[in-house]
């Protein structure tokens, strides 16, 4: 089964990225034909400065590699240097009626928090689209904030098979039975755009710092305390052991136990879950190069597929082939 799936380098990964969808992508190369690419294209809707882009790409890349993507098995490329998906948005754009991209909510929800909106950022779903489908992808795993823009995907490649005859395989999407949305030091959903995130790479003293600083509520220490309601309890769940998680749930219903003490272990445990993937980091922060040169590689292998659809693609519509002239 090939799966793909990207990710946005606009800014730091945090550890909602990672418990949200890169602890999955992961898991899942081992079984599948994995696709992975990091989204600059997409990144570009919030006009980065270049090196800004750049740097960050790099980074994302550099974060997946540390946390075990395997290179050899996965190709794992940047997405604009697989140029030929551009070509294939403009294709897909031509048979895009416009209401279905006014009505994603992603596209609302960042007009509503006041980003001037450029046609990039409203066009956004169809490169999307033309990501998953150059690919022939099976399966696009994901968090569920990107549940419709895999069906606006299915959408346009039915019109587009539709009209043109059948052309793309139709993606079924894997919403990630993550962990709930996790929540970030102010209580929000953890979010780069919020700055109010936990890097998963950040100094573990930094880290310390930042879930000391959560907010909760004022409930006093010997009261009982509502664990599905609280940030602290939230990122427990991720990082600690099932008997441990069990017990700390006990202490919040019988109260006795303050935040402070709770935000203290929750920090520890997520300083000890990605300990083992820091030295990989760092080593690869010297060996930018051979970072590089994965890149490079996967664009090599991805360009190989993409090339290959989109000629059908162009033969499908009548561009640059004589066969629809011929057979007039
Ligand atoms: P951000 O909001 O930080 O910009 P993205 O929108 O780039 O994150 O999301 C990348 C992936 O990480 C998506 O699959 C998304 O569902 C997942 N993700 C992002 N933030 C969280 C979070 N707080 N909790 C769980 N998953 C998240
Ligand atoms: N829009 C996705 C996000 O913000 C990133 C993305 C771009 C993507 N192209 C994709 C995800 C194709 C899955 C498949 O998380």
Redesign the pocket.
């Known amino acids: 089964m090939r799966i793909?799936?990207?990710?946005?380098p606009s800014g730091k990964l945090h550890i909602g990225n990672y418990f949200g969808?890169m602890r999955q992508h992961l898991a899942l190369q081992a079984e599948n034909e994995g696709f992975y690419?990091i989204?600059d294209y997409?990144a570009m809707t919030s006009n980065p400065a270049p090196a800004d882009l750049a740097a960050r790409t790099l980074e994302v890349a550099m974060d997946y590699l540390a946390l075990g993507l395997d290179a050899e098995k996965t190709v794992f490329w940047r997405?604009s240097d697989v140029p030929e998906v551009t070509e294939l948005t403009w294709i897909l754009s031509c048979v895009t009626p416009l209401g279905l991209l006014q009505r994603c909510t992603?596209y609302k929800d960042k007009v509503a928090q006041g980003l001037s909106p450029n046609h990039g950022l409203f066009a956004?779903p169809v490169?999307?689209a033309a990501?998953?489908l150059i690919f022939d992808?099976n399966l696009?795993?994901?968090?569920a904030?990107?549940k419709q823009?895999?069906e606006v995907t299915r959408d346009i490649a039915i019109k587009f098979n539709a009209q043109y005859g059948q052309t793309f395989v139709l993606p079924d999407e894997q919403i990630l039975k993550s962990v709930a949305v996790v929540p970030g030091v102010d209580g929000r959903k953890m979010s780069k755009s919020y700055n109010n995130t936990i890097e998963i790479f950040e100094p573990e003293s930094s880290v310390k710092k930042k879930v000391m600083r959560i907010v909760t509520d004022s409930t006093p220490l010997e009261e009982p305390k509502d664990p599905e309601t609280c940030s602290i309890f939230a990122l427990l769940r991720l990082a600690a052991g099932a008997d441990e998680l069990a017990d700390w749930e006990a202490k919040y219903r019988a109260g006795g136990v303050g935040y402070g003490t709770v935000k203290k272990r929750a920090a520890e445990l997520l300083c000890e879950y990605f300990r083992p993937y820091r030295q990989k980091r760092q080593e690869l922060e010297q060996n930018r190069d051979y970072v590089e040169q994965v890149l490079t590689d996967g664009a090599r292998r991805a360009r190989a597929v993409a090339s290959e659809t989109l000629r059908r693609v162009r033969d499908a519509v009548g561009l640059g082939v004589m066969r629809h002239a011929q057979s007039r």
């Open positions: 793909l799936s990207g990710i946005q969808a690419f989204a997409h997405q992603s956004y490169l999307q990501d998953i992808s696009v795993p994901v968090g904030d990107q823009h895999i």
